[in-house]
């Protein structure tokens, strides 16, 4: 392609990027604004006014940093165990132990709900134990949300040390020990100072997945409420001003993430440059009871982590209205999976899920590529935009995405490129779409950087021409980052809840909502296989290709 | 020779930074032309221009009387071998090969055979199914060779070929690669940054320095005809001596009020020079001799500075009484470090080089 005419291509996916990503949040700005018709300050001044407001964006701001102790307090030690140490089973259960990443918010919120809930499996137990009249603890508020977020955002911390921990150099511990510090001193002047970059990384990961954490404080928080329920809150109250006011507050905080994390990145290579040495060696246990403690504290953890999701599996197999107080389910059956598989209205969410998020998924790793490739020819400011738009998406929570998607999708005015998208069974996939977007983007463009481009040459030389070498060699070598970034894609498009909420009609429901609505309906059993379906569809995809590049 | 590849006044430049002017030369059929030049010279830029990789700002290049100046690489006829070989990782290495072929259309049936004959060229018959990261290092060149050969292309290009490979593999496979060339008679273009690999290789030897051709000929009038002090110093070892022109075109250098410090040589000028101009004169070690100190007329006295075996000859670095250092080769037992020598002129050593002494800046 000549010069000018990547210059017009990039341009045209530029436009495509930006009426996708960018526009409907300007849109959100400008009529939180009144603009352009009637300009006004009152839906601010309102924002300011109300004390809850204030209360909800202070909350989760808090619920955010109390998110990231609590998730560094579990993955450092563990990616330090599982980096460092060898005792049997330690592949299998590194892999398993980041496993919650690959697991859609909701589900590990249900399975939460039914092992420490109220009614749970682990309540009714200590009940029991105990010969209480009451259950011992109710799972609700702020105490309940952190729980279910140091449970799924530890894995940042484990993912970021660990793949930190593999890249660095042997030399300088060593080189730490030849100078005489100990054990304890290395760790602090030496491998931990090292590993600071790794850490602010997963760090404003896990306050940006937490400011935009939905699920877990729609479930657990009744009356406590962060900024994201918040906001779906007033939307259902028709306050829809008021919404896109706090959608874009919330956008604000998350932009302001995305900054301070470009901040970080330059000193992470700072920190890591230099000639690349060979991590050092895993410390095989001596002794057999040192052994027999590392294998059984790593299984217990394993089981601990598992857990929700073994209980969700149980749960799935107890048939309607049989298990009331007894400790155990009395009774136990595949009926909960035949009523799903025999009844056609129970199976369109399914369906529903598995198009819209297969649909969603190809279309952005094709967008994504094309966009990678695109900016990473380009260079210069178009190149940076195209990259910028890409990453977009993922800092902005998906409860802002869903608002600024109602708002500029509910409007018809083809020349201002509107069109009236909700309520039809475009909506949907449109929005997983764009969400997916960062996951594929990046995903193509590691892969791209990562590619020789000498090998590009080598095929050209040989004969080849532009389609025959993306068939024949730029597929293939990306093949691994496309399916690592689509599998991610596709496991959050399958189990998304924030933006279907926002969004859904009751003929293109997804699963999630049909979660929500058989709780509702306390019919617990369907809900359960739901997710189980969620989890094993989730975990496939993970195990198979995205755990390739995450772990 | 007619010219098969002609190059017609390439320039490029990428941003500010000029790259290659002008550069012209042409490649008879058959040959093996190898660019030689220091790294930043331009020789790989140039190689990539000739395959299509990047435009010339100026200039053309024509192939068989055809100009190829605007076509894409994939339309060219070329082969390449790159620097890291860049064979693809997914495919195996018989797919590697075929890889030209299904480009250009060849079916499979008749795409199998030639892969083998491919194979079979660079010694690796029946390598079809390995994987490119089961085999070594110079196996892998070879398989890149392979690959390059296996469409026929009318011209090869290869790009540091060797670089990879440890000493004694790569004296072994330039011999290969250099056999297999020749079987197919196949024209070729060779970057190196080595000279002794150029000299091996090349029929004739393209020296390029900072974008420019500096010097282009066979290896032996690289060496001892360089037309420039820049292709003297890069090919081969060389030692300089200050002196000036004496009439007749001879070399007068050192102090001719002492016996044994004065030499009158015969000496070659390498650009036009009159009778009394100030002259670098460069001298090979092979075409010196070291003499008795004592009573040997037309040498230079001095002392062994160091010595260094080199299997067939010895280096001798000799510094000289009247300010110089010279390095000559002679025999493993001419004299010791730190003994007093004297060095004269071989006989049937070629003759001094002069060229004009730069002025001191």
Partial sequence: MSPAGRRLAGGGVAVVLAWLVGYPLALTVLEALGLPRQPTLEHLAEFARRPDEWQALWRSLWISAASVLLAAALGVPLAFVFARLEFPGRRLLGGLVALPVALPPLVGVIAFLFLFGESGFLSRGVQAALGLAAPPWRLQGAGAILLVHAYSMYVYFYLFTRAALARLDASMEEAAAVLGAGRRRTLA????????????????LTFMTSLASFSAPYIFGGGFRV????????????????????????????????????????ARRVVVGGVRGVAPRRRELKGATARLAATALGWGLALALLLPHLTLLLISFVPPGTWTVETLPPVLDAGNYAALAGCRERLRPVVNSLWMAAAATLGAIALGLLAADLSLKLRGRLGAWLETLLAVPWAVPGTVFAIALASAFSVRAPLAGRFVLVGTAWILPLAYLVRSLPLTGRGALAGLRQMDPALVEAAGSLGAGRWRTLWRVRLPLLRPALLAGGALAFITALGDFVTSIVLYTYDTRPISIEILSSLRLQETGVAAVYGVLLTLIGAAAFLTRGGEEAV | MASFLTLERLSKRFGEQRVLEQVSLEVGHGEILVLLGPSGS??????RLIAGFEEPDEGRLTVDGSDVTALPPNRRNFGMVFQHYALFPHLTVGQNVGFGLGA?????????????????????AGFEARRVHQISGGQQQRVALARALAPG?????LDEPLSNLDPALRERTRRQLREALERVSMTALWVTHEQEEAFAVGDRVALLHEGRLAQLGPPEELYLEPRSRFVAGFVGRAGWLAGQLAPGGELLAGDDRFVGHAVRWPAVAAEPLATGDPVDALLRPESLRLVDPDGSADSLAGEVRSRRYAGETTYYEVELAVGARLLVADAHDAARAGQRVAVALRPDGSPPRLFRREEPE
Wanted: glycine content about 6%.
């Fill in chain 1, 227 to 266: 900024m994201t329920t918040q906001i779906v809150a007033s939307k259902l109250n028709g306050e829809i001003a008021m919404a896109q006011v706090e959608t874009v507050t919330l956008a604000v905080l998350a932009f302001l993430g995305l900054w301070a994390m470009r901040r970080v990145d330059p």
């Fill in chain 2, 153 to 157: 292309p009318r011209l090869l290009l």
């Fill in chain 2, 104 to 124: 250009r259309g060849v079916g499979r049936r008749e795409a199998v055979p030639r892969i083998a004959e491919a194979l079979a060229l660079v010694d690796l």
């Fill in chain 2, 42 to 47: 331009g020789k790989t830029t140039l190689l």
């Fill in chain 1, 189 to 204: 002047r030496v491998t931990l100072p090292l590993l600071w970059p790794a850490l602010v990384g997963a760090a404003l």
